[in-house]
């Protein structure tokens, strides 16, 4: 009888194994059908990242419910230790695996049983009963968690019998198991006790064996597509995340940039759809998806995965030029099978042009996934490929090309707004200066933003710094132009501005736009050329206060509520400046909204957004404007020009702009050190 019981088991454990086995490899061939990209640098800080973030559950654990997944996770990997004891303890006759036997093993595997009932029940009632926005009530869902919950019980009942033929009540050490052994089995047969015992035994095996199967074939995938997501995921020291990748403009043999098919992502892009927990933190953080656009980052990941699985096999086939028939025999397929186009197919434009690039959706997301990315892609392959834009886009790109501003303002006019300030230009000074004050087209061209860089500039003289700035000269940054998919037209800005700023010897750059800097500080070292400073306004500005050069006397009296920006913020983590000037300003009250740094909500003005329609139930920079009038503040603080467009747009939207005045931090100093009159 044992041979047969060892014998059915390995037969079942061995079929399983063969499933679940080429279930993985399949899905392994189908991320091998992305294109090449090199994650294995920076080891130790992947290593470090691997611990912190999978071992240690990090980002998980940035919402209250992440404390019921870390639960699971780590009773899970208990329970199926203690599995490997079960399946000998009773295949071997009553033998433990050194160590699992023994009392403290026992007691933490009964621990981790009941945590993850309880954790398992708090799923249920989330998913079930209170049904938040990011959450989708599926059938597959809930087989899991009625699996895993039967997993428990049956392990519960099979070492409850046993304990009740071997007579032995384990107490405080497995209190269920021995609740169960005293009262439910009590006065039971040997017979019948032997009988449960080994029915339990298989019902707790199939369903192992069963999850074995399931799990490379289900959204579980993401029990281990998480882990290598997170190891591969960006570092800082060599992908920073304010970073997009550059396109190779000058190799003649590729024919299409972007991204328009499956096999066109990365592998590393591809595996973010098997990382994917379907949590839907990245849905309920996105502004695109709350102000009623088709884009979802949530479905942009499941939609990618899903189309992979579903051509996976063509593609597979494809690429090894056969594939086997009904009878077996081996047909070749043709190297050029029409496939589904991920724009038109998969995704609809509207979804690719919604995205604000905000980076909102990536900070939240527990296992790493790189959302904006895909999404600049498959925008490089409409523009550069398809030459499809909506008209506002291109009328952007003419104006960028023509006028270098979005705005297709006369260039000549660029440092119009500087004439009576005194405010040197590098033509002026031939770049002897230490600092160049790079305005940016719309501190340049926009009335209100003007002020903005007035204010700045007057401080600068205040505290002595050496800067001029380039006037006429200067050309835009390319950040709108790269955002919004026209790399070729990215890349000759760039190119017009580093040969600029090699003319002049330029080696520290402070900006008031984020946008600018982190495009100067993140991007421009792909092309070769890479500044000793770059700094924002108001990193330059506390510096300035710090060394004693600004003192803020005047009061300012005013009740502050701060909009994060998301170049400045979730791009390149700089939180701590602004807060710190408007900290020093005497008068002024900070109230920040619920949505704050990390976590702040975008203007939508990012990503181009600034130049496009709004496709969306409702607009991006009222919903922040009334983020702002909750919080019951007299002002509005941002630090970005782009902000203060849309912020400011807002409030009149909602009638509040005499009410609500919206200032740049750069004002707000500025007011403070020389009196509201001087500002």
């Known amino acids: 009888m044992e041979w047969i019981r060892v014998l059915l088991f390995l037969v079942l454990a061995g079929t399983a194994g063969y499933y679940s086995l080429s279930a993985f490899y399949k899905r392994y061939q189908y991320l091998m059908l992305g294109a090449q990209e090199d994650r294995f640098d920076d080891r130790d800080a992947r290593i470090g990242g691997f611990f912190k973030y999978v071992l240690g559950q990090a980002k998980v654990l940035a919402e209250p419910s992440g404390i019921a997944h870390m639960i699971i996770f780590y009773g899970f990997i208990i329970i199926s230790i203690g599995a490997m004891d079960f399946f000998v303890f009773h295949l071997t006759g009553g033998h433990h695996i050194p160590g699992l036997g023994s009392d403290v093993f026992v007691f933490l595997h009964e621990m981790a049983n009941i945590l993850v009932l309880i954790s398992l029940a708090i799923a249920a009632l989330r998913r079930y009963v209170l049904k938040p926005m990011r959450l989708d009530v599926t059938m597959e869902a809930g087989l899991i968690v009625g699996m895993i919950a039967f997993l428990i019980l049956t392990d519960y009942v099979f070492w409850g019998a046993t304990d009740a033929l071997d007579g032995h009540n384990p107490g405080f050490v497995a209190p269920v198991a021995g609740w169960v052994a005293t009262s439910i089995f009590d006065g039971m047969s040997e017979n019948s006790l032997t009988a449960v015992k080994e029915i339990f035994f298989w019902l707790h095996s199939a369903i192992l064996f069963y999850f074995a199967v399931f799990i490379p074939r289900s959204k579980h995938l993401h029990m281990v597509g998480a882990m290598f997501n997170t190891y591969f995921r960006k570092t800082d020291a060599t992908r920073p995340k304010g970073r997009l990748k550059k396109l190779d403009l000058e190799d003649e043999s590729i024919e299409e940039f972007g991204v328009g098919r499956i096999d066109q992502f990365s592998w590393r892009q591809l595996l973010d759809g098997y990382a994917c927990t379907e949590c839907g933190r990245c849905h309920v953080n996105c502004p695109a998806t709350l102000s009623g656009t088709e884009l979802s980052p949530k479905y942009l990941i499941l939609k990618m995965k899903d189309h992979l699985l579903t051509v996976g096999d063509t593609l597979v086939a494809q690429k090894a030029g056969t594939v086997t028939g009904a009878d077996g025999t081996q047909v070749e397929v043709a190297a050029t099978a029409e496939l589904p186009m991920l724009i038109g197919d998969v995704y609809t434009e509207n979804e690719i042009w919604a995205c604000t690039t905000c980076r909102a959706c990536e900070e939240a997301c527990p296992v790493f996934n790189e959302h904006v990315d895909k999404i600049i892609d498959m925008r490089r392959y409409l523009v550069l490929t398809e030459g499809k834009a909506e008209p506002e886009i291109n009328r952007a790109f003419q104006n960028l090309e023509r006028q270098s501003n979005e705005w297709g303002q006369n260039r000549k006019t660029r440092g119009d707004w500087a004439k009576e300030m ?143 920006s998301c170049y400045l913020g979730r791009y390149n983590d700089i939180y701590t400046a602004p807060r710190y000037l408007i900290s020093i300003i005497p008068g002024v009250k900070l109230v920040e909204m619920e ?44 630090a970005c020009p782009y902000c203060m467009t849309m912020i400011t747009d807002g409030t009149k939207a909602k009638n509040v702009e005499e009410n609500l005045p919206v200032y740049d931090v750069v004002e707000l100093l500025s007011m403070s050190v020389f009196g509201t009159e001087k500002h």
């Open 595 to 638: 949505r704050n740094r990390n976590k702040s909500m975008c203007c939508g003005a990012g990503g181009g957004g600034l130049f496009k329609e709004d496709t969306g139930e409702q607009r991006i920079n009222v919903m922040r404007t009334e983020q702002a009038m909750e919080t019951g503040a007299t002002a509005i603080g941002t």
């Open 422 to 564: 005194g405010v040197r230009t590098m033509a002026e000074v031939d770049g002897e200066v230490d600092w160049l004050y790079y305005v940016g087209s719309s501190a340049s061209f926009d009335a209100r933003n003007q002020k903005i860089a007035q204010a700045f500039a007057t401080l600068l003289q205040e505290a002595g710094i050496d800067f001029a700035i380039l006037g006429q000269e200067e050309e835009s940054d390319g950040d709108t132009a790269r955002r919004l998919g026209n790399e070729m037209l990215y890349q000759s800005l760039v190119e017009a501005n580093i040969e600029i700023f090699k003319e002049y010897g330029i080696k520290k750059i402070v900006t008031t736009c984020p946008h600018a800097y982190n495009t100067f500080k993140n991007e421009y070292p792909d092309f070769g050329f890479e500044l000793e400073v770059v700094l924002h306004h108001t990193e330059l500005l506390a510096q300035l206060v710090d060394e004693g050069k600004l003192k803020p006397e005047h009061e300012v009296n005013h009740t502050l509520t701060f909009h994060d």
